[in-house]
């Protein structure tokens, strides 16, 4: 096709460096893809008791950090999974990590290495953890739980019993005896040494989410589903405290306290309660007893809002402090747990979904949701350090158009989510700023588009949401060259000819103008008017001086781009019997090379190809049952590939008009198509966000056999959105797991016989 339309991607980081310093974008590639931009969403984050290494788990696997330069180190990466839980070691030699859904693996942190994996059970919904020797490691399934030697590298024992899901698993202080609760209310005891099942402990009214046990081992405290905190003596295997009953604090309090959340310190010497107005109070494991209160500081307005209250708390590993973490973003607060002061952090940290402490406790790591690490120091609240993540979001980018390079593949086009916008170089893997180009408002982020002309010299950028201006960039300096001014909507989009000269914009709702532009000044030359309903797409022919537009008036209009003038009206619906002039309106058109022929696609589902010269139509394609939303021609111009919402791709004969081969994909798929000099129609799809059978996979199919030709696999999660380089060369995929990989299509091309 002839448009160029690129979304940003929304990258999240607040700093970039203009080269990278090290090339982590070519670690753990997948075959065939030449680089990965994005380190994936954030699922957890952990320093190694040491110190020396900060684990960030991501959907595309473990970044390990240098604590002193806080530059990457390793990717750790296994069978296109995705990380969502770590634990380290006790001496800090080994990293366990959860796969998302099922699988773990336990990796040797200074090899870099895989020691061992699991392929029972799923750690995202059990846990995992170490004995505090370090000499054993348990996880579990829905019904059993697996002991490991770490020493000898054997299995220990897999226990089993009647216990219905195992919900929670826990190590005695000692590492000799565990603990499972389960989903039927039950918790049961096992001798680690044995294997054998030492007691059952009954009475909660609901499954068991956390048992905890406390320093000397005799007090197991555990909390079930609708916050019922029970206390046993292990020894005997009675009930000796109800903390809570349901949820219900009495003892020890004035008046009773419903509690919402609840969070254990890591020794299990306290348990921490919170309640709905962000009173957070700390008891002590052994005894139950009250140990301090931290009071919200603004009850009634915590009260009216929910989204800011206390998520969860976490302690330093020496206890000393205390985090709490708002649900939706805001301040994040620090207590000190002997006297009960406390402080925020200096600066505003964002939407924050992961926290973690250091091991001495000095310095606090967040990740907000879009992927920024900060670290912080503890005792001032200080911003100290930035991590670049680098974590490109989906949200809101499947439903575009997705052609994010210039036209031969060499520049892709980023924004941060600081509003900063890049050029990443596709060959040298730097990035150029275009200077003042910054856009702060996190509702304009996900609407902001940008277009590179076909001589790479310009890039046009503009925002679908409230901005009505364009803004071009000079692409070799990074330099903001102009803004145009003159749409009173919203601006849809913008196309430039194909010899960069001119630029045409049109608005939507209800704009029934286009708008032509001069690049090299910025001037607005002329507006276009004649549609009676909004424009929806426009092309210019190849020399540039013909442009046609297709509207929701059911018209096709041919204009001189240099006079202005409307040449000649083509309306689709006096060749269809009369069909209405919604059904009719124009959803896409495009010019083939030769400037006398075009093809309009239309809400209908039909195609029609039109004689420019003569004004007829001579060729009408149907087999679409819903809008078409894309047409490209092949080289020679016999073909026809066609697009549309009813999740096909179809090949057309131009000659006789019918049907070559049809692609039909899952409901809601959306399919790409490029032509190749050969005559080759490339077919790839996605499948959006809310449709069903999602696939990671990214197939390549022969448009005019429907043969598959290669599965590109690499992704952890869903592919949202796909797009092809100006020259077809490359392909780029945007997935769920937060990243864009690259793909080399040159190899897969080459090899194919295009006479077959």
Do not use: C
Request: aromatic share 10%.
């Amino acid at each position: 096709m002839k448009k160029v339309l690129f979304m940003i991607f929304v990258f999240s980081t607040v700093y970039l460096p203009h080269s990278f310093a090290q090339d982590y974008t070519q670690w753990e590639l997948p075959e065939d893809a030449i680089a990965r931009l994005g380190k994936g969403r954030i699922y957890a984050m952990k320093f190694s008791p040491d110190e020396t290494v900060f684990a960030v788990a991501t959907t595309i696997g473990i970044w390990l950090y240098d604590t002193e330069t806080y530059q990457e180190t390793a990717l750790l990466a296994r069978n296109n999974k995705g990380v969502v839980k770590l634990v380290f070691s006790p001496d800090g030699s080994i990293l366990a990590s959860a796969e998302r859904y099922s699988g773990i693996t336990l990796w040797d942190v200074k090899a870099q290495k895989v020691m061992k994996t699991f392929q029972e059970g799923s750690a995202m919904y059990h846990g995992m953890y170490f004995s505090s020797d370090g000499q054993t490691f348990a996880h579990a399934s829905h019904k059993e739980i697996y002991l490991y030697d770490v020493v000898t590298g054997g299995d220990k024992h897999i226990l089993k019993g009647d216990q219905d899901f195992i919900t929670y698993i826990s190590f005695s202080p000692d590492g000799k005896t565990l603990a499972s609760g389960g989903k039927d209310q039950s918790i049961w005891l096992w001798d680690v040494d044995t294997g054998a099942h030492k007691q059952t402990l009954r009475g909660h009214p609901e499954s068991v989410t956390r048992i905890s046990f406390n320093p000397d081992g005799n007090t197991l405290i555990s909390v079930s589903k609708d916050m019922t905190i029970y206390y046993w003596d292990i020894s005997t295997g009675e009930r000796k405290k109800t903390l809570a009953d349901k949820g219900l604090i009495t003892d020890q309090l004035d008046k009773p306290e419903t509690v919402e959340r609840m969070s254990f310190s890591p020794d299990g010497t306290i348990l921490a309660t919170i309640r709905f107005n962000n009173t957070i109070r700390l008891w002590d494991t052994s005894t139950g007893t009250l140990i301090q209160t931290f009071p919200s500081q603004d009850t009634d307005k915590q009260e009216k809002d929910y989204s800011k209250n206390i998520e969860y708390v976490l302690f330093s590993p020496d206890n000393r402090t205390v985090v709490g973490s708002p649900i939706d973003g805001g301040k994040i607060r620090i207590w000190e747990v002997d006297t009960g002061e406390s402080k925020s952090l200096l600066e505003d940290p964002g939407f924050v979904r992961n926290l973690s402490f250091s091991s001495n406790g000095k310095t606090l790591a967040t990740g907000i949701y879009g992927g920024i690490i900060r670290l912080w120091n503890v005792d001032t609240g200080e911003h100290k350090k930035t991590i670049s993540n680098l974590s490109v979001s989906s949200y809101r980018m499947y439903n575009h158009v997705f052609k994010p390079f210039s036209p031969y593949g060499k520049k892709f086009v980023f924004r941060n989510i600081s509003g900063k916008v890049y050029l990443w170089d596709v060959a040298t893997k730097q990035e150029l700023l275009l200077s003042g180009m910054n856009y702060n408002s996190k509702e304009l982020a996900y609407n902001l588009h940008a277009i590179i002309s076909p001589d790479s010299q310009t890039l046009a950028s503009w925002q679908t949401h409230k901005d009505l201006n364009i803004r071009l960039w000079d692409i070799a300096s990074g330099k903001h060259k102009q803004i145009l001014r003159g749409h009173k909507t919203r601006v849809k989009t913008v196309v430039f000819s194909p010899d960069s000269s001119m630029m045409a914009s049109w608005s939507s709702e209800g704009d029934t103008t286009i708008r032509l532009w001069d690049v090299a000044t910025g001037r607005h030359t002329r507006t276009l008017k004649g549609h009676t309903n909004s424009v929806e797409d426009v092309s210019f022919s190849q020399d540039g001086k013909t442009l046609a537009s297709g509207g929701l008036d059911g018209t096709i209009r041919i204009w001189n781009s240099e006079t202005g003038e409307q040449i000649q009206t083509f309306m689709e619906n006096s060749f269809a019997n009369n069909l209405a002039a919604q059904s009719a309106a124009v959803s896409v058109v495009t010019f083939y090379s030769d400037g006398v022929v075009l093809a309009s696609g239309h809400k209908n589902g039909s195609i029609r190809l039109w004689d420019i010269d003569t004004r007829k139509a001579i060729q009408t394609f149907r087999g679409h049952a819903e809008a078409v939303s894309s047409i490209s021609f092949s080289p020679d111009g016999k073909t026809v590939a066609s697009t549309s919402k009813d999740a096909t791709a179809r090949l057309w004969d131009v000659d006789t008009g019918e049907q070559i081969y049809a692609l039909t994909g899952y409901e809601r798929t959306t399919w790409r198509v490029f032509f190749y000099s050969n005559g080759l129609p490339l077919a790839t799809g996605f499948q959006h966000l809310n449709s069903h059978n999602f696939d990671k996979n990214i197939r390549l199919w022969d448009l005019r056999t429907g043969n598959p030709i290669k599965t590109l696999t690499g992704h952890t999660s869903w592919v949202v959105n796909i797009g092809f380089s100006g020259d077809g060369n490359t392909l780029t995929s945007l997935s769920d797991d937060d990243t864009v990989l690259l793909w080399d299509l040159v190899p897969t091309i080459n090899v194919l016989d295009i006479s077959e």
